[in-house]
């Protein structure tokens, strides 16, 4: 299972994620679509712990 409650994230001063919740429990299916330059990999490398987030947390 992954959770994440309120999540915010910037890259210096400019705000790229905000707010972001959502779970996913355990053997469950999920997909994230969106545009170019909307923040999908750096909510991923958030979640994997490879960038600090500036708010917020995740549970694994």
Same mark, same amino acid.
């Given at each position: 299972?992954? +959770?994440?409650?309120?999540l915010h994230f910037s890259y210096g001063h400019v705000?790229?994620?905000?707010?972001?919740?959502?779970?996913?429990?355990? %053997? +469950?299916?999920?997909?994230?679509? %969106?545009?170019?330059?909307? %923040?999908?990999?750096?909510?991923?490398?958030?979640?994997?712990?490879?960038?600090?987030?500036?708010? %917020?947390?995740?549970y694994l």
């Amino acid at each position: 299972m992954i +959770e994440v409650n309120d999540l915010h994230f910037s890259y210096g001063h400019v705000p790229v994620l905000s707010g972001i919740s959502f779970h996913v429990d355990k %053997g +469950e299916l999920c997909g994230l679509f %969106g545009p170019n330059g909307t %923040g999908k990999t750096t909510l991923f490398k958030c979640c994997l712990g490879f960038l600090k987030t500036k708010g %917020g947390g995740q549970y694994l």
